[in-house]
């Protein structure tokens, strides 16, 4: 307004100025109209209009593929891996499915984002050698499973809280840079970075029932349940696939025979074996809840009865038995009339069997077991015939809920994982019975086991 004002005034002024100081017009002075063709010959000398063009469609190419090459940036977290992790990166998105990046989407989304561009390098995803977690990992299958990992040339971190594992299991890995060993009790949750989680943690054997019951029904349904529950949800927030060795126990005293994957199991849930049985069976539905609801990748291995070295020497699994006691010079003992069957697997076939299950496409469940079929007193024979063939037979009541019959229909694990055992009772019993031995004579020579 102010200067509205002033402009208002200065025009007066003007009006005001006497006529003759008035500057004579003269009209703004037009440009010259040879300046146009001027500029255009500036823009056509030199080649200056082919330069232009070609700045023009360099820099629209750059606007058009810019997403694709922010990529590779080296300004993106994945610019600056190798090229090797490049490739995998690149195999890893094109096995990455819809529900996993929903499921990663639900959890945080802390694993796999690469569908949108962005996100971190998963640990162990750019070399072969991967990081695993075995919980359980000190006990008899654990650290069988543990050794065949290490040789391979993964990193391997155990998880154990001792209950029926021992260190003695594992001793021969201490010192190796590929084996880590944490006490811990998988009810508590523990967080760690891995690609895969083999979930063997639980106290497994039938002694226990016997020794303390309702310690045991809470042990092993809370490690069944909240340590299932703790690894699968370690499972899904570091995008790890997991492995749940459940049992041929979810069969219960079936009523199919041999039993097949599809059979739903004849379970007692209220008999003293329940507390096993029916915590198994919760641990794979949430396993399957887990894998179904938040895509976690999921593999469930339903073992059939394994044996081989560092069992525990009195577990009150019937091999284990016999053999402790036939060594021992002790009768083995028969629980009824001995008829029952069961098939026995040697511990290296399980370890194949779960390793490929793990790094297989199948979730399952599978059977991992030996068909070859034999009744208690069959074993007992096998026993003698490789200890001692004077070992007497001891008959007594027979224990409530024994399933009468146990043999896995395998054919499933044959047709997709390619696995089958291949080392007979015959063949795998030596193998037992060197590890027995040593152990029963330390023990006798006061030296202990624990
Ligand atoms: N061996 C078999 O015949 C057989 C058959 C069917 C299923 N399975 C399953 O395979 C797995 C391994 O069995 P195994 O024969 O090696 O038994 P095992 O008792 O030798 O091993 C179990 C391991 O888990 C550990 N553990 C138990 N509770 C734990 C907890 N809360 N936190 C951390 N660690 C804990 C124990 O200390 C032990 O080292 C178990 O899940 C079992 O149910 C085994």
């Given amino acids: 307004m102010k200067q509205l004002h002033k402009q208002s005034t200065s025009f007066r002024k003007d009006e005001e100025m006497p006529f003759s100081q008035t500057p004579p017009y003269s009209p703004k002075s037009l440009k010259h ?8 010959n500036y823009i056509l000398k030199e080649q200056r209009l ?9 820099g629209s190419t750059f606007f058009i593929f810019q997403p694709s090459f922010s990529l590779l940036s080296p300004s993106d977290p994945r610019g600056r891996i190798s090229a090797g992790e490049r490739d995998s990166v690149v195999r890893y998105r094109d096995r990455t499915d819809f529900s996993n990046n929903y499921a990663n989407h639900a959890a945080g989304g802390t694993y796999n984002k690469f569908a949108n561009g962005v996100g971190r390098v998963p640990v162990g995803i750019g070399s072969k050698r991967k990081r ?10 654990g ?5 065949k990992l290490v040789a391979r040339g993964d990193d391997v971190i155990v998880i154990d809280n001792f209950f029926t594992g021992r260190k003695e299991n594992v001793v021969h890995l201490f010192g190796n840079p590929r084996f880590e060993l944490i006490r811990h009790d998988v009810v508590e949750p523990i967080l760690l970075e891995v690609d895969q989680i083999y979930h063997l943690a639980c106290p497994a054997s039938p002694v226990h029932y016997k020794y303390n019951p309702v310690k045991t029904i809470i042990s092993s349904h809370c490690t069944n349940v909240m340590g299932t529950l703790n690894m699968l949800g370690l499972a899904k927030r570091i995008g790890a696939r997991f492995l749940l060795t459940s049992t041929s126990e979810v069969y219960g005293d079936p009523l199919e025979h041999p039993q097949k994957e599809t059979y739903w199991g004849h379970v007692n849930p209220i008999g003293v074996r329940s507390c096993y049985d029916e915590g198994k069976r919760t641990a794979e539905t949430l396993a399957m809840d887990y894998h179904r609801g938040a895509g976690v990748e999921v593999r469930i291995a339903r073992i059939f009865n394994t044996y081989g070295p560092r069992m525990c020497l009195d577990d009150g699994r019937v091999v284990s038995n016999f053999v402790s006691q036939a060594i021992r010079k002790q009768p083995m003992t028969v629980y009824g009339d001995g008829k029952q069957t069961r098939s026995f697997q040697f511990v290296s076939d399980l370890v194949d069997g779960l390793v490929a299950l793990m790094e297989g496409e199948h979730v399952g469940p599978f059977n991992l077991g030996n068909p070859g079929e034999f009744t208690m007193l069959e074993l007992a024979e096998v026993v003698k015939e490789t200890i001692d063939p004077s070992a007497s037979i001891e008959f007594k009541p027979n224990t ?3 399933p009468h019959k146990r043999k896995p229909d395998i054919s499933k694990a044959k047709d997709l994982l390619n696995w089958e055992p291949k080392i007979s009772l015959r063949d795998g019993l030596p193998r037992m019975v060197d590890d027995f031995r040593n152990r029963i004579l330390n023990e006798d020579e006061g030296k202990g086991n624990k």
């Fill in 33 to 40: 109209p040879r300046s146009l063709p001027r500029s255009l």
């Fill in 50 to 58: 082919l330069f232009i063009l070609v700045g023009i469609l360099i």
């Fill in 132 to 141: 695993i977690v075995v919980t359980g990992g000190a006990g008899f299958v």
């Fill in 143 to 147: 650290s069988h499973l543990v050794d």
């Fill in 400 to 402: 409530a809920d024994d």
